[in-house]
């Protein structure tokens, strides 16, 4: 069954030999339970590499973009009246700690019985972690506050600056607006800030894209 799933998987993926490889083997790790964390900046191929890993190991996707939306939605616009806003210090000190806290615990917490997929940027954790210096699978460990072990193995999904505004740009999504109207500043306080770095040295796997 499962060289059935490798084998289609393997004809529709979009991704280059190397980083379908590096996906395939995390995927496998995901033996009938455990959490597979895909990070990276937005527009990364994130979603595409979480899809490809869960269809490899027969596991839930969790995606951030579809845990809450319409809360993330709301919130942001009557804090920032932008309701795309997910770079301010607003939305990292009032609304991510508490999402991404839940979305980490549901994932954990079925990732104890079934193969789970979190997607999601993970940005703010990804400091927390390299601030405290632990690994980000120890920063998960810590937020869903588990109480039996539970394996974890994290990725981050590394594209370049350009890939990065060439994906936005064609995919049009709405959300991408505010960032492509003034790339230079969101290059430079996100792409730019150094969280490319602190990510190589706190996930398990840095897999080009």
């Not at 059935?4 to 996906?23: C, Y």
């Not at 997910?86 to 917490?109: E, N, Q």
């Not at 740009?169 to 607006?177: F, I, L, M, S, W």
Request: proline content about 5%.
């Amino acid at each position: 069954m499962r060289a059935d799933h490798d084998h289609r998987t393997s004809r529709s993926t979009v991704f280059p030999a190397g980083t379908e490889a590096a996906l395939r083997e995390c995927a496998r790790r995901l033996d009938g339970a455990g959490v597979l964390v895909v990070s990276g900046f937005p527009a990364s191929g994130k979603t595409t590499a979480a899809r490809f890993a869960a269809a490899v190991a027969g596991a839930t996707v969790l995606d951030k973009d579809s845990y809450a939306p319409g809360l993330e939605d709301a919130v942001m616009a009557a804090l920032t009246g932008d309701r795309f806003d997910r770079d301010s210090d607003v939305y990292h000190s009032v609304v991510a700690p508490h999402l991404y806290a839940g979305l980490v615990r549901v994932g954990v917490t079925v990732g104890a019985r079934h193969p789970v997929v979190l997607d999601a940027p993970f940005l703010a954790l990804i400091r927390q972690a390299a601030d405290a210096g632990i690994s980000l699978r120890e920063q998960l460990l810590t937020v869903a506050e588990v109480t039996e072990p539970v394996p974890v193995t994290t990725v981050w999904l590394d594209a370049p600056t350009e890939e990065i505004r060439a994906r936005m740009t064609a995919r049009g999504a709405e959300r991408d607006t505010g960032k492509l109207a003034d790339w230079d500043t969101y290059q430079a306080a996100v792409l730019d800030s150094g969280l490319r770095d602190l990510a190589h040295s706190v996930v398990d796997h840095v897999i080009p894209n």
